[in-house]
């Protein structure tokens, strides 16, 4: 148990579907983050938030759509998505957003674009 | 460019002592962190580095070297429930984190 829960553990939808990742956090974190892993490869950073404000978005495609309506709250709204979004799309946070402080994840969610 | 290299796979023996690499070359540096990631699971924090040396928890060390630098995780006592990904993360000059692509770790009996 990280403190940091996250809904669906698994996803697969079609490239014309809508759907949304939800993630809570129980830590008092004011900064979460959300991320993209693939097989072999770094961590890649999408999106920041510090205080419920967006902080950064590192040139991810709109269709994906961050929102985060509480310190304790992020989501991931997915729309017409392409075979190569296939990932783990994992979700963590931070006391701060000061790039020292440990980052608590979830489990992910293991999405499969048809 | 910013770059963080690590082995990919890495195997040893239940019982055995390995030590896992980790060479950086980023924009400034204000600290390394190493964490554990089981198949299927989140990663998890096993520690933080930002002076020379090395610090040890338990049956986990995690050395630096500013100047080369290069960090390393050393497990001691291995045991199956090590078997995982380790993933080193540079802190650099803006606090950005900087992530290598992780070491699998296979350990056999």
């Known amino acids: 148990e990280t403190g940091v829960t996250q809904t669906p553990r698994h996803l697969v939808m079609g490239m014309t579907n809508k759907k949304s990742l939800k993630c809570e956090q129980h830590?008092?974190?004011?900064?979460m983050y959300w991320y993209k892993q693939s097989a072999k490869k770094p961590l890649e950073l999408m999106f920041v938030?510090?205080?419920?404000?967006?902080?950064e978005n590192n040139s991810v495609p709109s269709r994906f759509s961050p929102e985060c309506p509480n310190s304790s709250h992020l989501f991931l709204h997915l729309h017409t998505l392409q075979p190569e979004d296939s990932a783990l799309y994992l979700c963590?946070?931070?006391?701060?957003?000061?790039?020292?402080?440990?980052?608590?994840f979830g489990d992910g969610t293991r999405l499969s674009i048809l | 460019g910013q770059n963080i290299d690590q082995p990919t796979e890495m195997t040893a023996t239940e019982g055995a002592i390995v030590q896992i690499n980790c060479t950086y070359q980023?924009?400034?540096?204000?600290?390394l962190f190493w964490y554990q990631q089981h198949a299927g699971e989140a990663p998890t924090f096993l520690s933080y580095?930002?002076l020379d040396g090395l610090e040890e928890k338990g049956r986990f060390s995690s050395f630096l070297s500013r100047s080369k630098g290069y960090s390393y995780l050393l497990l001691k006592e291995l045991q199956m429930k090590d078997s995982a990904s380790y993933l080193c993360?540079?802190?650099?000059?803006?606090?950005?984190?900087?992530w290598g692509a992780g070491t699998k770790l296979i350990i056999k009996p």
């Open positions: 963590a946070s931070s006391q701060t957003r000061e790039g020292n402080q440990p980052q608590h």
């Open positions: 830590l008092g974190h004011n900064a």
């Open positions: 938030y510090n205080f419920k404000e967006q902080t």
């Open positions: 980023t924009s400034g540096f204000n600290g």
């Open positions: 580095n930002v």
């Open positions: 993360a540079v802190v650099d000059s803006n606090y950005q984190l900087i």
